[in-house]
């Protein structure tokens, strides 16, 4: 996708695609998406500037320390860290899937080249369901 002599009108491929993810993607989505696939630095364009993901664990977990005096508090810490845990999952899917589907829309074919499928863990597993 990066080579630069694939060009179509006077830009390249994946000048095209990078314009396409910078307009469609939150800072947040694309800093998640540049840790999990790192490989695509080139293509999902440099970093803009420093995040702040109010969904995080570690934010859900001191905005929770408060209640955590009483067994409620605690039960209600381990509930929303693990919702929160979730949510960034599912959000994290869905990135993935509108970044094939961008990249998909933009070239006329493209292969998905899967390698030591029988090493993957459940969090690769539950991904790859969710592209299908």
Request: proline share 2%.
């Amino acid at each position: 996708i990066t080579v630069e002599h694939n060009k179509t009108g006077g830009l390249s491929v994946a000048t095209l695609i990078r314009d396409k993810i910078q307009s469609e993607f939150h800072d947040e989505d694309m800093e998640q998406l540049r840790r999990v696939l790192p490989g695509c630095a080139e293509l999902l364009g440099a970093r803009r500037s420093s995040l702040f993901c109010p969904s995080s664990q570690a934010d859900a977990a001191t905005l929770l320390r408060r209640d955590s005096s009483s067994k409620l508090g605690d039960v209600k810490r381990r509930v929303s860290l693990a919702l929160a845990g979730k949510e960034s999952i599912s959000r994290m899917h869905y990135a993935v899937r509108r970044l094939l589907k961008i990249v998909c829309s933009s070239l006329k074919g493209v292969v998905l080249f899967i390698d030591d499928l029988q090493w993957s863990d459940s969090a690769t597993l539950d991904l790859l369901k969710s592209i299908v």
